[in-house]
Each structure stands twice: as C-alpha cells, then as structure tokens.
C-alpha cells in the first residue's frame, strides 16, 4: 500500500492492529506459561486503542479475563458480546453494585460498606480483597483486610475469589528492592489470609513490568496494562529485561494515529506562524496544515518539538499545536500533496514517530500519550497493514 493511498475517509482517525493485539497477548503467555490467567487491562479505552476491538483482540490471542475500571466497561463488553471473567480494578458505586451479579464482574473490595450494600440487595458475587502493599492507593492494611474476608465469608452469597496488591515503582527503576519487598508483604498477607481459613484461589500482582521482568512470580493471575498495546512500560524496564536475559521479548505497537493534509501553503521569509508569533521562519517555507490539536489530545506542550511523518519523511511542527490545527515544514518534502496521509504516531515508509519520542517531546510517558487521544477519533480495526473486514468503523469512548 503507498504511503498516499486513502484507507480512511476521515480528516483524523486511528489505526489498532488488531494481530499486533493478539500477538502481544501470546507473547505475554509464552512468558508466564500456560497455567497462569492472563487478565489484559482495557480501561481508558482500552489506553485509547478502542474498548470493543482491542477486547476482542485480546481475547483472540489466549487473554483468559478482562480487567475494567468502571462499571460502564462491563456494560459495554457484555453488550458486545465479549463473555470471559471481568475484575473491576476502580471502585464500585454503591448504586451500581446491583449490576455486579448480571454482569458477572467480580470486583474489587476494600470499604466494609460495600460487602453490606451486597448483602442488603441480595447479590451473589465473587469478589477480589485489596491489600495495601505500599503503593497507598486503593487497598487495605493487613488488620484491616482480615477483618473484610471474614465479613465476606460470613455473608451468604458472597465469595472471596482473590486477593490483588499493586506494585509502586517496579517500572520506574532498575532497583527492585522496594518492589521486592511489596512481593513479600503480599505474600506474607496471604499466608495469614490462609491461616485464618481463607481459601484466596486467585492471587495477583504482577503487572506488565512484573510480568516482563519476574514472570515466575505470576501467581495464578497477572493484570498486563501497557504491554498488551505494545508498549514498553519504561526504558529502565527494558534495561532491566535486557540484564535478566530477556532482551528479544519483541512487544508489537498496535496504535497508529493519522490525519490528512487540509492545506498547502507558501509563506515569506520572517512570517510569524501560528498563535503567539512563536515561531518566525528564516526563508521562504512550505507549510502543511492538518486538521488535528490538542482536543484530539495532541499536546500543546509539542508546540515547536514534535515532527509528524508525511510520504515517509519528517515535518516539523512549526508553531503553537492549536485546538484543532497543526502546522508542519513540508519544504524539503517537495511531492506533499493536499489530503496527503499525516502520521502522528507510528510508522510510515521507513521511519517512525514512537510514543515514547512524543512522551519525550511533552514531557510525559507513553501511557499518557495513547489513552488522551480524543474519544471522538475514529478507532479503525486493521489486521497487519491492511483495514480489517468492515474494520472503517467508528469506535468511540464516551465523552
């Protein structure tokens, strides 16, 4: 396919490669083995890469359950059709804990008002005790935790189903040592769980670093964020990966984020582009407009740093990012054509625009760049390089 022809009839739009979905779901599986549930994160939108397709995605390629922040997630993924185990990683409204059982999504616990809000409606559900391990987010000290699984096991219709902790800095170092002892603050809350006669099946706290870099520690689940999407979730932990050995663990980008060429211009010698006058060019200049901004979650803070991929080649953005419009340098792309494709992350010809170099141009990671992308950009399933069958659909989080 040349780098001009249309796949898209949008002005702004998303490619998710569905194959690179599933091929990081069984990279993910040859690291933990077979007898280990992997459970793909798809909150946020999935990061931004669609909430419906990337699910399916992920389930195609062996993921075993599905972990979702809100409950509106496990509305959606039953709607579509998408039956594998839900954890709901964010809290539960009270009023929404009558949809728990309907929806069969075993949720996260950690307030006592919620086991008595289940138990005053009548719901059966199987549920996912939190223990704080020393990220202090959600979860409970080990006191406090006992007393909830024996609230829970006293209340009928009720079942502790797992018990969950999440590490604080296992991405942000090659230092593990506080990360080494969440490990066993964990491990060490659920022996006393056990010996006060909990059963906990279903044990978890690995996430995508843990996973890359410990993936005998997986215990009978682990919760893959960033990952699954094909994202490192730092370079400290591709360093580390690379020291433990794991250096060829291949993860495969799957979000491609593309606008088109509204505009071409010529502008003097000493013209001021865009607002602010931040920007002044030194000859004449050639200037592509592209109908994206930081609505769309293009940060403001690229104004004057990024570049953008167009016929294979890099533009400089020239000027403030606006709230719909960009203006990029196409003078030394001399065949860039009005409604010519505008990569803004991904790949294109023999060059790519990462999310970790945008991340390094707002300063922010990676993580950030993906999930901020507007709701409203169409998300467009391709498998490979290709649009998938009927894969131009609209796929859009709610604002």
């Known amino acids: 396919m040349s780098m001009t022809q249309k796949t898209s009839r949008h002005a702004v739009w998303c490619e998710v490669d569905a194959d690179a979905l599933a091929e990081n779901m069984r990279t993910f599986r040859r690291l933990v083995g077979p007898d280990v549930r992997l459970a793909p994160a798809v909150k946020g939108g999935a990061y931004g890469h669609g909430l419906i397709p990337a699910s399916r995605a992920f389930v ?42 309907r929806l069969a999504v075993q949720p996260v616990v950690y307030n006592p008002e919620t086991v008595e809000r289940l138990v005053s409606l009548g719901v059966r559900a199987k549920l996912h005790l939190k223990l704080e391990t020393g990220n202090h987010r959600q979860g409970l ?53 056990r010996a006060a006669g909990h059963a906990v099946p279903i044990r978890h706290l690995s996430n995508s670093a843990a996973a890359l870099l410990w993936p005998d520690q997986g215990f009978e689940m682990v919760r893959i964020g960033v990952g699954g999407y094909g994202l490192w979730p730092s370079k400290e932990t591709r360093v580390a990966a690379a020291l433990a050995g794991r250096g060829r663990i291949e993860l495969r980008p799957a979000l491609t984020w593309k606008a088109r060429v509204a505009q071409i211009k010529t502008v003097p010698e000493g013209a001021f582009v865009g607002y602010g006058c931040t920007f002044m060019t030194t000859h004449q200049t050639r200037l592509a407009i592209v109908p994206v901004g930081y609505y769309d979650g ?25 709230m719909n419009i960009i203006m990029v340098d196409v003078t030394d792309i001399a065949d860039a054509a009005l409604e010519d494709e505008v990569v803004l992350l991904g790949a294109q010809g023999d060059d790519r625009i990462s999310a970790e170099q945008l991340a ?31 894969g131009d659909r609209l796929y859009r989080r709610p604002r």
């Open 60 to 101: 195609a390629g062996g993921a075993d359950w599905l972990c979702i922040h809100e409950i509106d997630e496990g509305r959606r993924l039953r709607a579509a059709g998408i039956d594998v185990p839900l954890h709901q990683v964010g809290p539960t409204l009270l009023d929404d804990l009558a949809e728990v059982e």
């Open 141 to 193: 000290e080990l006191p406090a935790a006992l007393a909830l699984a024996e609230t829970i096991r006293q209340a009928p219709g009720l079942e502790l189903a797992g018990v969950s902790s999440h590490f604080a800095n296992i991405e942000d170092t090659t230092d593990h040592r506080y990360a080494r002892q969440q490990l066993a603050r964990f491990e060490e809350g659920v022996a006393a769980l």
């Open 298 to 322: 293009y940060d403001r803070a690229l104004s004057n740093l990024a570049h953008v991929l167009i016929r294979g080649r890099r533009a400089p953005v020239r000027g403030r990012v606006c």
């Open 360 to 390: 390094g141009w707002a300063g922010t990671i990676n993580y950030e760049v993906v999930t901020r992308i507007g709701g409203h950009v169409p998300r467009v399933v391709v498998r490979g390089a290709a649009p998938a069958p009927g």
